[in-house]
T-cell receptor
Framework: GEDVEQSLFLSVREGDSSVINCTYT??????LYWYKQEPGAGLQLLTY?????DMKQDQRLTVLLNKKDKHLSLRIADTQTGDSAIYFC??????????FGTGTRLKVLA | EAQVTQNPRYLITVTGKKLTVTCSQN?????MSWYRQDPGLGLRQIYY???????DKGDVPEGYKVSRKEKRNFPLILESPSPNQTSLYFC?????????????FGDGTRLSIL
């Protein structure tokens, strides 16, 4: 079945850039998403990208999509301590089902 | 305020005792979904609903039931809970399933089945 994979942990220093990576298997993925989960809270949508796009930038966030390799990345520029959270990659192919990755726990060191 | 509300937020119960986790949204969303979150496994979809009276199984539906009698409510029912259903559960809704309509998540319900 479809699968979405992420590394479990990432640690960066405050002010550096963070890059969180994700790979997926469903070649019919239509939309790919990045969600952020802070402790004790639900998931918030950070950004999404349509499969016919290569890149999307939104303030400090840059999403890159390599459709050939089925690889998605989220770059956070000038990472702050408030960015410490779990980041989930997810995909949907318009079939009313969403597949989420395992989540990457980002720790920002002061 | 636009929100997805789950109740209860925390519940400790025993094997076999039927329980219901309620989910309500005030955004007139068509699509609603239930997920469970487990360490190392991320979020897995349990059931989803495209509209009133229309539901379908996600990836891990065994041991769960849902209903969608009204647009705003989508309760998750555990008829005979077992310890392997101990988890953190999230309800989500979106205007539709197309990608530019984000899912709004509730704050989660932590269930412990002893």
């Amino acid at each position: 079945g479809e699968d979405v994979e992420q590394s479990l942990f990432l640690s960066v220093r405050e002010g550096d850039s963070s890059v969180i990576n994700c790979t997926y298997t469903d070649s019919s993925s239509t939309y790919l998403y990045w969600y952020k989960q802070e402790p004790g809270a639900g998931l918030q949508l950070l950004t999404y990208i349509f499969s016919n796009m290569d890149m999307k930038q939104d303030q400090r966030l840059t999403v890159l999509l390599n459709k050939k390799d089925k690889h998605l990345s989220l770059r956070i520029a000038d990472t702050q301590t408030g960015d410490s959270a779990i980041y989930f990659c997810a995909e949907s192919s318009g079939t009313y089902k969403y597949i989420f990755g395992t989540g990457t726990r980002l720790k920002v060191l002061a | 305020e636009a929100q997805v509300t789950q109740n209860p937020r925390y519940l400790i119960t025993v094997t076999g005792k039927k329980l219901t986790v309620t989910c309500s949204q005030n955004m007139n969303h068509e699509y609603m979904s239930w997920y469970r979150q487990d360490p190392g496994l991320g979020l897995r979809q349990i059931y989803y609903s495209m509209n009133v009276e229309v539901t379908d199984k996600g990836d891990v539906p065994e041991g769960y039931k849902v209903s969608r009698k009204e647009k705003r409510n989508f309760p998750l029912i555990l008829e005979s809970p077992s310890p392997n259903q101990t988890s953190l559960y999230f309800c989500a809704s979106s205007l539709s399933v197309t990608g530019n309509q984000p899912q709004h998540f509730g704050d989660g319900t932590r269930l412990s089945i002893l």
